[in-house]
């Protein structure tokens, strides 16, 4: 297992998982497949960048839902956001609507993740999954985002020491943020199918250590408080 500075999609673009203020957070590759170290409680960000001369579109689903609209992901439905040539978006929390976000948050309480809120099944959990799509010439107007706006904020205390035992991390919805898209009436796919996915999987220090990683930091960083569980309270970027 080797730690890694970016994830590869396709030859197009690198993709990055980095915390709210854009710090990488520590990602790794073994066999083919991507990690990174998720701790409960920590806010992040997927970064997409441009490695190619024309525009793309990423899509980005979390714990298999689709970040844009709630709904459960079908890459060649969903709406993503647009990166110009050489140029970067940012995915920075579920969106509620072309103003504003939930922050991503790593949880390892089953019922505070979105994916468990919305759909009653955690069998997804622990997946960060983009697909790329790339431009045609002839402008349609594509998708809308829909709302989640009805989320429980999550993220809160966990009992015992659920990280450590299975590494599983699902995502929870932070706070709410100041997070701008408009709608761009020039993107076409080229294709129905993404060109290039990738999958990467929140997995903690732990677990990550179990498998090979000697982990610079202290694993005790990535536990949650071991208390009783109590009831959590219920850019200008262009989508297409």
Do not use: C
Request: glycine share 10%; charged share 20%; hydrophobic share 35%.
């Amino acid at each position: 297992m080797s730690k890694v500075q970016a994830f590869s999609l396709g030859q197009v673009a690198n993709v990055m998982v980095t915390d709210q203020w854009s710090n990488p957070l520590d990602m790794y590759t073994a066999g083919g497949i991507n990690y990174v170290r998720a701790t409960h409680g920590q806010v992040y960000k997927v970064v997409v960048s441009n490695q190619y001369g024309n525009r793309i579109a990423a899509v980005t689903a979390v714990d298999n839902i689709d970040v844009m609209s709630g709904r459960t992901s079908d890459f060649t439905k969903d709406t993503g956001l647009i990166a110009e040539p050489w140029g970067s978006t940012t995915f920075d929390g579920w969106r509620v609507n072309d103003r504003q976000t939930d922050q991503f948050k790593f949880s390892v309480v089953e019922r505070d993740t979105v994916v468990v809120q919305l759909t009653g099944n955690r069998h997804h959990q622990g997946l960060i999954e983009l697909g790329l799509f790339q431009d045609y010439v002839r402008p349609v107007y594509r998708d809308r985002f829909g709302s989640l706006g009805g989320l429980t904020r999550g993220g809160g205390m966990a009992k015992g020491f659920g990280e450590a035992t299975s590494g599983s991390v699902g995502t929870a919805a932070g706070d709410r943020q100041q997070s701008l898209v408009h709608a761009d009436y020039s993107f076409r796919r080229s294709t129905l199918s993404p060109i290039a996915t990738v999958m990467i999987f929140p997995k903690s220090g732990w677990y990550l250590h179990q498998h090979g990683i000697d982990m610079a930091q202290n694993l005790a960083d990535d536990l949650p408080p071991s208390v009783n569980q109590t009831p959590s309270p219920f850019n200008n970027i262009r989508h297409v």
